[in-house]
Structure formats: structure tokens, C-alpha cells
């Protein structure tokens, strides 16, 4: 029973490249969360998806950022031109229905140069 | 804006002893989660509390719900060098039911052998 899969671990991209990273949920869970990790600040909340649904978008940056769970295949995080700023750890995590608690994938640390 | 303060921020203690760490917020939160979180890799979750006042055990760990659900307490008796870690709260709130996390920026304990 594999946990939350996260691919690639490292990500490196010069700036103004695009940065797609990719998270298979748990089997069973049908809710995923996005999450950027920076030193010293913490996890913070960036989109909540179930499949085919956008459900709550508040933490994404405006422009640049846009995430989809397709009704097949891994949810994606997409960041169009990266710049140094979006250099972060980027976790994934799924969830069942009406359960607290997440799992968490072991994340993607995304450098941009 | 809901925020969750840890403290300390940071602990080294002695293989044996024990230690408290805090998680305060000025807001109500439905429910609250504690991780852990070793480097390189994502958080792991330890319990979930939801009820005031709830105290919940798992081998030397215990945590605490306070009664008003604005704050709670990781206690490690006798710590253990695998207890080192980042140790983060997590929590969803006022309303249950959106899934949302807000995280704490986490207490990094060392413990020494």
C-alpha cells in the first residue's frame, strides 16, 4: 500500500523555465492538498483539489500558479516562469473523505538558478 | 488571520528527560493535528484532537487539546534520540470540514545521547 508519491525529489530550473511537479495520492484517497514549505516559515497552504474539482485555491499566487487533478492520472503543480522566490520544498497530501489528518508525500525541493 | 506561534523554536535536551512543547493561537480551531517531520522528507502525523480538553497518549508522547481549542501541549517523557525532529501543530478551524491546515512553524527538538 504505497503512500503519497511525489516525482521528482529535486527539481532544478533556470529562471523563466516552467516547473511541473507531480503527486499520486494514497489508494483510497480522493482529496489532495498542496503545500510550499520555505526555511524558517513553515508549511503554508497553497490549493485543495479532488478529482476534476479546484475546491479551494486560496494560497496560490495569483499568476504563475495553477494546479489540476485530472479524473485520471497525478494531481500537477504547475509554475510558469519560475523565478528564485518560488526556490521552496513543495509537499503533497491526500486525504479520505471526511477524515482528519493527512499523509504527506516526502515532498519536491524545486531550485531555481 | 488565524496563526498558530510554537515555542521554543528550538530544544536540545539530554537522552532521558523530558520536555514540553506549546502550540498558542488568539483563534478556536476545530481540530488540531501534531506532526513530525525529519529532514529531507514530508510530515508525519502523530494524533488528531478535536474535543476541549482532550488528552490523547502514544507510547511517551502525550498531547493536550486545550479546553477553549485555541491552544494544546506535546509532552515526551524520557526522551530518546529518535524522538529528534521538527515537531509541527497543525490546525483547521473555526468550522470543521474544510480540510484547510494551518501550520505552525514547529518547535526543532535535538535529543543527545
Known amino acids: 500500500n504505497a503512500g503519497v508519491m511525489q516525482n521528482p525529489r529535486h527539481l532544478v530550473r533556470r529562471r523563466g523555465q516552467e516547473a511541473r511537479l507531480r503527486c499520486s495520492p494514497m489508494?483510497?484517497?480522493?482529496?489532495v492538498y498542496w503545500y510550499r514549505q520555505l526555511p524558517e516559515e513553515g508549511l503554508k497552504f497553497m490549493v485543495y483539489?479532488?478529482?476534476?474539482?479546484?475546491?479551494?485555491e486560496s494560497g496560490m499566487p495569483k499568476e504563475r500558479f495553477s494546479a489540476e487533478f485530472p479524473k485520471e492520472g497525478p494531481s500537477i503543480l504547475r509554475i510558469q516562469q519560475v523565478v528564485r522566490g518560488d526556490s521552496a520544498a513543495y509537499f503533497c497530501?491526500?486525504?479520505?473523505?471526511?477524515?482528519?489528518?493527512?499523509?504527506f508525500g516526502s515532498g519536491t525541493r524545486l531550485t531555481v538558478v | 488571520t488565524q496563526l498558530l506561534e510554537q515555542s521554543p523554536q528550538f530544544l536540545s535536551i539530554q537522552e532521558g528527560e523530558n520536555l514540553t512543547v506549546y502550540c498558542n493561537s488568539s483563534?478556536?480551531?476545530?481540530?488540531l493535528q501534531w506532526y513530525r517531520q525529519e529532514p529531507g522528507e514530508g510530515p508525519v502525523l502523530l494524533v488528531t484532537v478535536v474535543t476541549g480538553g482532550e488528552v490523547k497518549k502514544l507510547k511517551r508522547l502525550t498531547f493536550q487539546f486545550g479546553d477553549a481549542r485555541k491552544d494544546s501541549s506535546l509532552h515526551i517523557t524520557a526522551a530518546q534520540p529518535g524522538d529528534t525532529g521538527l515537531y509541527l501543530c497543525?490546525?483547521?478551524?473555526?468550522?470543521?470540514?474544510?480540510?484547510?491546515?494551518?501550520f505552525g512553524t514547529g518547535t526543532r527538538l535535538k535529543v543527545l545521547a
Open positions: 483563534s478556536v480551531f476545530s481540530s
Open positions: 497530501a491526500s486525504s479520505p473523505p471526511l477524515k482528519y489528518g493527512y499523509t
Open positions: 489508494k483510497g484517497h480522493s482529496h
Open positions: 497543525a490546525g483547521e478551524g473555526p468550522s470543521s470540514g474544510t480540510y484547510k491546515y494551518i
Open positions: 483539489l479532488q478529482k476534476e474539482n479546484i475546491i479551494d
